[in-house]
């Protein structure tokens, strides 16, 4: 009945959708907290129709007094079923490509609770590519991280950080210390005040 998606944005040539599925014989009544790098998050509700797919294209979403808040910058969500009705809910990101509108994209399932560590396997930085660790913090009080980087020959390098409540944050990894400009790096997150 709770999903979280920490990754998100609208930023120049990125399109963002949140994909629903209710694989339910009624209607479900979704809200969507949509947390913002600064500012108090944003929320709307949604009605999924019975057995049916929505599409929330994130970037044009409009908000009375606000208009388009969600167009250019980064975001996560958080989804909250209202009425006792599971759904799935999903995030794909598109970027346009000169010539190719969506020429590539990424997809991914959100997960259905936030967790004090998480262990990222994956990364590189260098001249192909950007390291990004995106971290959402749904709680109401802040968040001290605890980010190590694991690197090739088995040194590691620590940094900290805060993340304010209801909030995304954004690490460039790339950009954190000399020795992850370029390489290989694998990063555990862990929260150090629960």
Same mark, same amino acid.
């Given at each position: 009945?709770?999903?979280?998606?920490?990754?998100?944005?609208?930023?120049?040539?990125?399109?963002?959708?949140?994909?629903?599925?209710?694989?339910?014989?009624?209607?479900?009544?979704?809200?969507? !907290?949509?947390? !913002? /790098?600064?500012?108090?998050?944003?929320?709307?509700?949604?009605?999924?129709?019975?057995?049916?797919?929505?599409?929330?294209?994130?970037?044009?979403?409009?908000?009375?007094?606000?208009?388009?808040?969600?167009?250019?910058?980064?975001?996560?969500?958080? %989804?909250?079923?209202?009425?006792?009705? /599971?759904?799935?809910?999903?995030? &794909?990101?598109? &970027?346009?490509?000169?010539?190719?509108?969506?020429?590539?994209?990424?997809?991914?399932?959100?997960?259905?609770?936030? $967790?004090?560590?998480?262990?990222?396997?994956?990364?590189?930085?260098?001249?192909?590519?950007?390291? %990004?660790?995106?971290?959402?913090? /749904?709680?109401? $009080? $802040? &968040?001290?991280?605890?980010?190590?980087?694991?690197?090739?020959?088995?040194?590691?390098?620590?940094?900290?950080?805060?993340?304010? /409540?209801?909030?995304?944050?954004?690490?460039?990894?790339?950009?954190?210390?000399?020795?992850? &400009?370029?390489?290989?790096?694998?990063?555990?997150?862990?929260?150090?005040?629960?």
């Amino acid at each position: 009945l709770t999903w979280y998606l920490a990754e998100g944005a609208t930023t120049g040539s990125l399109n963002l959708f949140y994909l629903l599925q209710n694989p339910n014989a009624a209607e479900a009544q979704v809200r969507v !907290r949509y947390l !913002r /790098p600064s500012g108090a998050p944003l929320e709307k509700t949604y009605t999924l129709l019975p057995n049916s797919r929505t599409n929330i294209w994130v970037d044009y979403e409009e908000f009375p007094g606000l208009g388009q808040a969600l167009l250019n910058t980064d975001v996560s969500a958080v %989804f909250t079923v209202l009425n006792a009705q /599971p759904i799935i809910v999903e995030r &794909a990101l598109y &970027a346009d490509v000169p010539g190719q509108f969506f020429g590539a994209g990424h997809e991914s399932a959100g997960i259905t609770a936030p $967790a004090l560590e998480w262990f990222l396997a994956e990364g590189a930085t260098g001249g192909y590519f950007d390291l %990004f660790v995106l971290i959402a913090n /749904p709680g109401t $009080a $802040a &968040a001290n991280i605890e980010a190590t980087y694991l690197l090739p020959g088995g040194s590691t390098l620590t940094k900290t950080y805060r993340v304010e /409540p209801n909030s995304r944050f954004n690490i460039w990894v790339d950009y954190e210390d000399a020795r992850l &400009a370029d390489t290989a790096v694998s990063t555990t997150i862990r929260s150090t005040n629960g």
